[in-house]
């Protein structure tokens, strides 16, 4: 279908606006009120024992909640073409953010890994918000010239070297699962885009080494790196966390020990409300849970790609994609690990986890689906 | 703005498709935890997040034959507190800070801690415990832990031995009947956070304890302490380094008293150098000297070889291959009969009864005496009868072990002997337990006497009655009469063997005699360590025997078989005994020896020097630590065993030691120790070879052999 008056400069007219996509803001919702309701449960007792209160982190991830979901609602105003026209100064702001990051005082560090940024009484992580500006910048670069794609040289190489360079920064903090997100989004956008199935292998086959490189460069992330394969060799040591994970989702069997009776809570279980809140949620909530929040991302999944194919034009469908696989594959990085499919990274449930920045840009990202939708041909 | 291709769609397409595969294998995967391997691992779980705390179960009372406590383990409450019955928490930690003098801001804490369990004090003194009860404040209960006690002081302290920390047997009785006294731990299950707090929701499950067992010795506390208290003075007037007396009823092998010098009190062991907790007249062997005749003389008088009246002539030495050995006083009798050589101790003629035995009927003896092995009583570390081996055994080796040389047999062996000997020839296993009562139904378990076998006829056992009673009434062993009664009994004399050198100073002064002589109901085994000046048993021991029993047979209410002898009647023990308090140690550490001395005696103390210091520079115990009086303290005057803190030195290895073996071993070298579990050394922490500084504590973990 062809849209009246479409311009080649790329100031579209705006097409006749919708309603935003209702199924994707109704999971949202879910997923959010999900989240608090397992933030509050999972992190009730650290809070009391860190912090004398056990509403500490429920009082904080609700005032984000609410101010994460106005600021999806005001992002849907957004129309999607304005950021567009910024791509480049979001990109210029994604490195910023991950030089700031690597700066002594600015950049804090807690467990080994500068991932925050101080901004006054406040520490946010960038690396959501990273992320989401370099899928915005990926976007714009891959729509202009579809041919382009088809050559290595053109269309593929360029943009690797500027995510290179982000990635590379990242793995400076160090954080390899973030640095892990940034590749397979940019490896599944430049599919979606048109790039050859060859040249993608090429690249990974390329990347291989490097990546077999990172990890045994440090023998705590070879030893991370192994430790799913079978935690019990090391139970106290790599193994730990694992398996307190899995004695986590292990405990909730059906139907769960009920919302508030995890035991692994108590300080069992580390970051128990934060990477590995989706244990907490087995372990309450049981497989009737857990697979509830499963068949929930997997609907986010199917209104995220179902909005990028019906998305007016190439950008819009670009952008889509890369945040709805900028979500999803997180989703599934973090399920991986909790559930020892995956070597243990550091990498947060969105919508889920404890974490103001990061539950913020993710519903900015969904507001910026909810913009897309209301310009969809409907399916 | 370009539209999205057809191929843009259908890739995009891929991609959904591609992450419904993944995020249905992830819901399998989840699933497959959470139901096929859900039920183990919440198990797994339950167990990580769950500790079991072991309830001590009260340990068994040891008591002497008429039930008086020897061994007690004293209930202490401990008080908890379960938070969530508490109603007012500002209150309640109010009220209690005042009555165990805690801060008020530290009990609020605990109150209103989010558990069902919170230790608030523990092994409260019974005061403070009632105070406490009389508040009446809910969410607050008492459990009980137990504490041992041994409340006569040193008093048998050999015998009883002691128990640790954990109320453990360690030594003594308490080692030997560990399991008996111990009974059977109970537990509560409480879980924790990661970080070993108590948390609410807590699974929480409570299994009692069951008590251990009391045991009823066969000692008598009234004759245990008779014999003590004049082991203690013969000790103070002979000057001897030790010794030991051992009073048994030879009708059923019951030990009436073991008292044991040097001794110690095992209410403070660990205060005790280690060597001391050594029991010397099970663990100690020594040559009997002229106390060993009577067993070659009824082996002689059974097999035939002699009669009393079998004639011999005694030139006042005899001479066998490889040696000439003459009598003690180095006088002949001349031509005589073998019951004058028996009263007037003389060697040579019990050489020649030996030689006339021969070697295959002197051994066949020893073993039908039970003198070759040990005597089996219920004590650990009894040692085993050091005798030539028959075969590489020489005439000269028949000739000297007739008289009670070269073979070195222990106490209690002695004692057993005499009992065969004079009880018409029974050989019996000494019995230390009478009865087991178990604690929780009141059922009574006799322990009763192990016969073994006959040894001597019953002719030959009175006919060696008859010789003791004549070495009392007409030989050397006249000191030994007791008023009233007619007693029988032979003197020793033995030399000790140094370092495998017959020494001719260092003596073994003894006494083994019977009373009444025609049905004997008490045998009594003296022996002085090392008597200075005067080292004859007849002179030494006998009158140590004499005293002993005449209290003993009085309290045992035998009737006097020689009436007209009688004295003045002795005074009542029994009343002596109550009177007889632990009293606090005097601190002389730092005093002249003999101002040191003074103190010491005039507060019913004895003691004992060692080294050759004029000052004291250590005691044992030390002040304030409460013992009978008549207790011995030790004195250090030298620094030889003193190190200097700090001085480094590796860790020996202990491993496979008993307790006493390992203490000694860490001790000489300047380490202390830490036990736990009883038995054998299975664990030391450092390891062997570990270099640490003298002062340092070494940590042992014991194990029962075979558990």
Known sequence: ?379 | MRQPTISLRRRILYVLAAFLLIFLSLIFRVGWIQLVQGAELRQEAQQFRTREIQIQPKRGTVMDREGRDLAVSVDVDSLFAVPTEIQDVQQTARALADVLEHQEEELFDRLSRSASFVWIARKLNPETAQQVRELDLRGLHFTRESQRVYPKGSLASHVLGFAGIDSQGLEGLERSYDEILTGEPGKIVMEFDAEGREIPQAVYRHVPSRQGKHIYLTIDEVIQYIAERELSHAIQETGAKGGSILVMDPSNGDVLALAARPDYDPNQWAEFPPQLWRNPAISNTEHPGSVFKPVIAAAALETGRVTPETTFYDPGYVQVPGATIHNWDREGLGSTDFATGFIKSANVIFVKTGLRLGLDEFYLYLERFGLDSTTGIALPGEAHAIIPEKDSAREVDLAVMSFGQTLSITAIQMTTALAALVNGGMLLQPRLVREIEDAETGQVTENRTTVLHQVVSEDTSSTLRQLMVNTVEDGTGSRAQIPGYTAGGKTGTAQKTVDGVVSRDRHVASFAGFAPADEPAVVCLISLDEPQEHYYGGLVAAPVFRQVMKETLRHLGIAPDDPESLQDSPPDVTQEIEQYDPVAVPQVKGMPLDEAGEILQEGGFEYSVVGDGAEVLHQFPSSGVKMRPGATVMLYTEEEKEYLEGEAVDVPDVRGMSLRRAAERLNDIGLRIQVSGSGVVVEQNPQPGTEVQRGDIVHLSLESPGS
């Open chain 1, 1 to 379: 279908m062809k849209s009246a008056g479409s311009s080649s400069r790329g100031i579209p007219k705006p097409r006749s606006k919708q309603a935003p996509d209702f199924i994707l803001l109704l999971t949202v919702f879910a997923l959010v009120g999900f989240g608090v309701v397992m933030v509050s449960s999972s992190s009730s007792y650290s809070a009391l024992v860190r912090f004398g209160d056990s509403l500490y982190y429920l009082k904080r991830q609700g005032l984000w909640a609410v101010a994460g979901l106005a600021s999806m609602l005001l992002v849907q105003k957004i129309d999607y073409w304005v950021f567009r026209r910024h791509a480049r100064l979001f990109l210029v702001l994604a490195l910023v953010l991950l030089a700031l990051s690597l700066i002594p005082g600015v950049g804090v560090e807690a467990r080994g890994s500068r991932r925050s940024i101080v901004v006054g009484p406040l520490s946010v992580s960038p690396a959501e918000l990273v992320k989401l500006c370099l899928v915005i910048y990926l976007a714009h670069t891959f729509c202009r010239v579809p041919q382009k794609m088809k050559s290595f040289l053109f269309g593929v190489l360029p943009p690797l070297v500027v995510v290179g360079a982000a990635v590379a920064m990242v793995m400076l903090q160090p954080d390899l699962g973030t640095a892990l997100t940034i590749a397979g989004t940019v490896l599944i956008l430049l599919y979606a885009a048109g790039a050859r199935v060859i040249h993608l292998l090429l690249l990974m086959a390329v990347a291989a080494p490097a990546v077999y490189y990172l990890i045994m460069a440090e023998p705590y992330r070879y030893r991370r790196f192994v430790a799913f394969l079978n935690p019990w060799a090391d139970p106290l040591g790599a193994g730990f966390h694992i398996i307190q994970s899995l004695y986590a989702l292990g405990s909730g069997r059906l139907l769960g020990v009920g919302l508030g009776g995890s035991h692994q809570k108590f300080l069992h279980l580390p970051e128990q409300h934060t990477d590995f809140i989706f244990a907490i949620v087995g372990e309450e909530l049981g497989f009737v849970g857990s697979g509830l929040l499963l068949i929930l991302f997997l609907i986010f999944a199917w209104r995220g790609f179902s909005i990028a194919a019906h998305a007016p034009d190439r950008f819009s469908t670009l952008l889509a994609t890369g945040i709805t696989v900028m979500i999803v594959l997180q989703v599934v990085i973090n399920v991986g690990v909790v559930t020892s499919v995956m070597p243990v990274t550091g990498i947060p449930l969105p919508f889920i986890s404890y974490g103001g920045s990061s539950l913020l840009v993710v519903l900015a990202s969904a507001g910026i689906l909810l913009n897309i939708s209301s310009y969809c041909e409907r399916a």
